[in-house]
């Protein structure tokens, strides 16, 4: 049997390319303790350990199963969705809120849809009650089964069809009957229809409804109403509440989004969270003296979100580069038919590996910004009015709530152009569900719009930039992250002092010309503002001139900030972990800049060519970062189950798990329309006999001696 | 009723903001004439009127049913697709080819899932007995109906779950049997899988297979076989093929992806296609003397995706200009409350003019290549060899052949960004599956891997920009397009000689600029790659290493043809078109130049002052173009059911077709899982009487004079 020669040369082959055997010898490269980095990336071997008993205790819960979600329609989804509920109020009730909150983060990484249907009660509805209502009425709502899920299920009507970003600019009215001690809560057009409230359409009984306060004819702009929407034994909508499903999303279609319109419903006047506002029996306001400092809650959700950037990245990182480790292609002259791995091209490490540095760099930011929070807001609360600390910390909090604001801004942005990367890098199996990736663009693209569109936020850490840069000009000492803009006279003009190249292989190098290129551009931002102020235009108008230089005040800002925080962790780390961790950081450093060039050379930091220099070291970096890419990838320490793509498996043997994922994920059953449709159309002639149809052995061929 | 007072304030002010009436004041802004810009961007009146035709059939035809496509499951959509077919043969007995071909563009802008599902029969499968069968195997598989679609359909089986790129590499073998005078198709491992084959888990019952003809034990490479599937008659599989449904993918889902192992299957060897290699029916094997010359077919696939991109852009920019037309966000403090357009917020012309300007780019490019590569192909076919003229049509050939694989990847790239950056503008709209930009996405972003993976396409480009930079070292003239590579000693070095920073406002001195930096890095990658050389490496090895310096030549080359096709075609137009064009052709020009203002500052063709100039007018020509933006977009042309999207209708009324679609796509029904779900959970706690769950008027406020 002569074909049979081939079939065997082909398995010596497959054994050659082994995808199992290349990542085993990937692993074998690792010059770190894997482990002790991964401890450091965690917090800690502790929270090493708890997630890891995360994992598994929803790997082992049939109602987190998660290889069969890509098949399922948006209904099933949703179900699967409420049915987890169960197991997350099981853990909720039996272990600490710290623990918990660590739990959250791990399924958040998993299964985003599911973490925001179950957030939107927790974090969200159960969040606006704690910000706005009095001890009295969060006790009140508690008591009905706020916390529990007892009798009430809440979500968070706060944005309309016409409304996003502008809340002052809600049309939804609350309107005192003082007759009747109640509150009308009233949808006066079709623009004021509240939408986007995720689980009004299947989930809530009770919403958190923002809307414009009118008492005897004045209006007092947004407030917080707790609303009754369904009758919680029957779900069955209440008097004057309209309902309906806004459906197909482009991702996370577990969370059930559905708009709301009011007519003329009544609460009581009890129902109107009042820690801030209050309206008496008679039908006085009261106003707060001062507005409420809301930074610590904003604050937490745009940390949050970047150490969710940071997480995201980590998940698509270990898809492409485990791929790209056991993935083969195109031959060399030398290598007697074996396939090039995927991670030896030096263009594929050019497309991963400043990606994977990118990513420690947001875990870090993350790590340090969490940190910060914590004590600032401790100290926030041990600290009375006049203290000298008090001052230093609001200080600090007012600039970490900017940077915040850009770092939430480009993190998310960051992360989405990671997935969508690493979802290239995979070539044609990147386009399938099964493979991961683009389910996870799907799911994460809504971070780039909600909790503050991004492009807002980067206007307001620009807006901040501006004023802190103008403070500075006054003679004001900012906060540590700003700090630089007190130095401003040595920062412009400064170009970088190297006697050697090589000496550009150094943070501290790094660190100064992201300071100096910060300097130039907040400076030309402020600049332009106070050209704008001079020309007549007012301050919101001069700002709004200003936007691009704002945004690019904040771009820059932004990344300087998050190299500073990388330099920072590697500093505090010793040993081979260190070592490793510095040439990662030295990486992010030398492409960042690269990618920022312009603004390096326009403000003639580097010169043309201590910048070509910079970019063949990047290309030195990409390759000495993946020699240690698979140890790196497996410090996230991402079991199986959370990575969840045949593309990304531990053990590398893709080709095998990817198959059998594509199989189970669809079985073979019967033609589904061959008689309805196919049948008809192709046999459309059926005049003509069978015979036609028997094949022909020469196929045409016999007369191909004619042929040119 | 106090609470009214408050509804005719709100009426007052719909009034003012109302969408259509903000859209009327943006049409009323043209100072062109639109319908002769259509004329321009369709290729003449006539193309224009086709087009309108073709939507229209399509818009009345209920098979092309477009607004529920979003809530449709995968077998739902899989079977409408396959529906459509009738609809588009029916168009194709009874048109000229010539005709098909522009109403497949617009198809393909419509509903790229059917587009692709048609186009592997009639573009793949006979593509490939075109390019590979001899004009008596042509005649035979017309005959068997090929053409006509009776009694067969067919499918491409090239790509394997191992291999994509790397045609040569395919490991199914085709393994001639001299007894039987067949041969025998065989996968012999897991990964030889035929893999993403379209077409074949549904509808193929022959597929045109690539695999390794081997002949008495010798091989020969990768040939083309038709391989029969399925018995048309019952669709059931043949003996020795098993096909498996791939299942799920990010978009495109109406094309049924299959895979396809053949075990030891056995064909007439007429089956192998013998346009090339013969095999006889003695097993003499004759290899063509020649390497055929393929340029043409790529380039052809090539020129239809930057025309994709362009059209796709069209569609996604015609969604978010005019919703930014009506959209409002912020009022200030002049306004009166009526906030301001989204359109007029600098930052967000900033976000969407210059990709406006880059789809214009992409358009006049697309035409241009078209124009070329027709008239290419017809000097090609007339001019007999050793002609003068066939000797410069080749090199012009190959030239425009690299040029537009760099062009397929940066075009459909700047299409993807182009898209996302849409979605991300329209806010949380952006995330609606039923505002489009979601599904455009994810049906588009195939295009950045297949027909050529984009990052290997780039590579491409600049290995041959690397080898005519070498070729003109040597003396040789090149083609028009890379011709700047002969005239090196006059750009290297050379700066931008304005006397006034005015001047730079000017095709001509842009055009240079991206001659003098394209030349530098051009000549900077081949220098790299001599050194290479000199070290040692084969060529092989060298291209490899300059991978980054390929990829970076290759997208300022892209990036300086864009904009040099587009003023090449403002050059020719006159009169007000001829004035708008130049404003956006110039907004194309300085945000290129910006978003790789590292190169320019690197080569010191511009000044830091210069650049900080051109920066600044960037904001002057975003604001230019943004006051014809509806204007431009209109003179896309398409209709609303073209566009497929509520916040893109030509009317403006935004919100009440957004609110309609949502409501239409989501009937209200039956709570789908109240009982079994949420009931249990909510009221697990059921042992306590139902008066808890009654209102409680006071709403636990009557203590809150305690709280602070």
Not at 227 to 249: A, E, H, Q, W
């Amino acid at each position: 049997m002569p074909y049979q020669q081939p079939l065997s040369e082909k398995q010596k082959y497959a054994q050659a390319v082994c995808p199992v055997r290349s990542m085993k010898e990937e692993r074998a490269r690792a010059n770190f303790n894997i482990r002790e980095l991964t401890y450091l990336l965690d917090g800690g071997e502790q929270n090493t350990l708890l997630k890891e008993k995360f994992m598994l205790d929803m790997e082992r819960d049939p109602l987190f199963k998660m290889d069969d979600i890509h098949d399922l329609t948006k209904p099933e989804i949703r179900e699967r969705t409420m049915e987890k509920f169960r197991s997350l109020i099981h853990y909720l009730q039996n272990e600490s809120i710290e623990v918990f909150k660590k739990r959250m983060e791990v399924v958040s990484m998993l299964d985003p849809g599911f973490w925001t249907r179950f957030g939107v009660h927790y974090g969200l509805f159960v969040g606006a009650l704690q910000s706005n209502a009095t001890a009295g009425q969060f006790g009140y709502w508690l008591e009905k089964g706020a916390l529990s899920l007892t009798g009430m299920v809440g979500c968070f009507a706060m944005t309309e069809i016409g409304h996003g970003s502008n809340v002052p600019g809600l049309e939804t009215t609350a309107t005192f009957d003082e007759a009747a001690d109640q509150f009308i809560i009233h949808t006066p057009t079709l623009t004021a229809t509240k939408w986007w409230i995720g689980g009004a359409a299947h989930s809530a009984t009770h919403a958190s409804v923002f809307a414009q306060l009118i008492v005897k004819g004045k209006r007092y702009g947004t407030k917080c109403f707790v609303v009754p929407l369904r009758d919680p034994k029957t779900y069955t909508l209440l008097p004057g509440v309209n309902i309906g499903d806004i459906g197909k999303k482009m991702g996370r279609d577990g969370i059930d989004n559905g708009y709301i319109q009011f007519t003329n419903v009544r609460i009581p006047r009890g129902y109107m969270l009042q820690k801030h506002t209050k309206v008496s029996r008679t039908g006085d306001v009261q106003e707060p003296k001062l507005q409420q400092l809301t930074y610590g809650a904003l604050l937490q959700g745009r940390v949050a979100m970047v150490v969710d950037s940071g997480n995201t990245s980590k998940k698509a990182l270990t898809i492409a580069i485990r791929y790209a480790a056991v993935r083969r292609q195109f031959a060399n002259s030398k290598s007697g038919g074996v396939e090039t791995k995927l991670l030896d091209y030096p263009i594929h490490q050019r497309r991963l590996m400043p990606l994977l540095a990118q990513s420690y760099a947001m875990l870090f930011t993350g790590i340090e910004m969490s940190d910060m929070y914590n004590s600032m807001m401790s100290r926030l609360e041990s600290a009375s009015e006049g203290d000298k600390d008090l001052n230093e910390v609001i200080e600090a909090l007012k600039e970490t709530h900017s940077t915040s604001a850009g770092l939430k801004a480009f993190c998310t942005w960051n992360c989405l152009n990671t997935i969508e990367q690493c979802r290239q890098s995979c070539g044609g199996h990147g386009y399938s569900a099964y493979t991961g990736l683009a389910g996870m663009y799907q799911d994460f693209a809504v971070q780039c719009t909600w909790e503050g569109d991004n492009t807002i936020l980067t206007l307001q850490a620009g807006r901040y930039l501006i004023s802190s840069y103008r403070e500075a000009a006054k003679g004001k000492k900012l906060a540590p992250g700003v700090g630089y803009l007190n130095n401003l006279s040595e920062l412009i003009g400064k170009k970088c002092a190297v006697s050697s190249l090589e000496q550009i292989l150094d943070p501290a190098v790094i660190i100064e010309g992201w300071q100096v290129v910060c300097a130039n551009v907040v400076k030309n931002a402020g600049v332009e503002f106070e050209a704008c102020l001079a020309s007549g235009l007012d301050i919101d108008d001069a700002y709004e001139q200003c936007s691009q230089s704002r945004l690019y005040a904040a771009r820059l800002h932004s990344y300087g900030y998050l190299f500073n925080r990388f330099a920072d962790a590697v500093k505090k780390t010793q040993g081979e972990v260190g070592r490793v961790l510095l040439d990662v950081c030295l990486l992010y450093g030398l492409y960042t800049i690269e990618e920022n060039a312009g603004a390096f050379l326009q403000y003639q930091y580097f010169t043309p060519d201590q910048m070509e220099y910079i970019r063949s070291q990047t290309n030195v970096y990409c390759k000495r970062v993946r020699d240690q890419a698979i140890p790196l990838v497996d410090a996230f320490n991402l079991t199986d189950y959370m990575v969840n793509s045949p593309l990304g498996v531990r053990d590398g043997n893709v080709y095998e798990k990817y198959f059998n994922q594509v199989q189970r994920s669809n079985p073979q059953g019967e033609h589904p329309y061959f008689d309805r449709l196919i049948k008809p159309l192709i046999h459309r002639n059926a005049g003509q006999d069978d015979d036609e149809e028997v094949d022909d052995e020469a196929g045409g061929l016999e007369d191909e001696d004619d042929d040119e």
